[in-house]
């Protein structure tokens, strides 16, 4: 466990998320977590823009996380993540094809990943929207479509994490890697 100048011990903090990409962004961050997951459609959501949804879907999980959990207890940490180019929110595919189309719609283009992260602590609450833009080459036609042939597109915003299948292409990145991977921990990190 990380100690504080003073000596008593850093806060454990409760992750309402399945995802492991958050997990491991908060272990290599040096952060004491459980992993606590919570349900939430996203699926009702009506939102106008990448920002609106992901903030929808970020205070829907922490309503259900207040359900379920005390803050008072354990800090409590929700985040969402949302996958936007030419002006398309690209959701997680349902099938090959739809996976094609959303990687097609960034082959070449500007993807923005938008994270959204709610923290509150009997001190704190901090609420944050970031965004990473990757402008990416053009993806390479067998190279998609052996990795639609793989399945790992399944369950991921966008169809691909940026440190998968997309990292070859990637030309030029604009803010942290952490907010894309689905958690802004340099924000984080700066208030706790």
Excluded at 80 to 91: A, E, H, M, N, Y
Excluded at 176 to 189: D, F, I
Aim: aromatic fraction near 8%; include cysteine; hydrophobic fraction near 35%.
């Amino acid at each position: 466990m990380h100690k504080r100048k003073d000596s008593s011990p850093d806060p454990i903090i409760r992750l309402c998320s399945q995802s492991e990409s958050r997990a491991s962004i908060l272990r290599q961050a040096g952060i004491n977590f459980i992993q606590s997951p919570v349900d939430y459609d996203e699926e009702q959501i009506v939102a106008n823009s990448p920002k609106n949804f992901v903030y929808q879907a970020t205070v829907g999980k922490y309503e259900a996380a207040l359900k379920t959990f005390d803050y008072r207890e354990m800090p409590l940490l929700v985040s969402d993540t949302v996958v936007t180019s030419q002006g398309k929110i690209l959701r997680k595919a349902k099938s090959l094809e739809e996976a094609r189309t959303i990687l097609m719609t960034q082959s070449g283009n500007i993807t923005s990943i938008v994270t959204c992260m709610i923290y509150k602590s009997e001190k704190l609450e901090i609420i944050d929207i970031s965004s990473t833009d990757y402008i990416f080459e053009p993806f390479d036609e067998t190279d998609l479509e052996a990795y639609l042939a793989s399945g790992e597109w399944q369950g991921k915003a966008g169809g691909c994490m940026v440190e998968g299948f997309c990292k070859p292409y990637i030309r030029e990145v604009k803010g942290y890697e952490s907010c894309a991977m689905g958690l802004s921990v340099e924000v984080l990190q700066a208030f706790i």
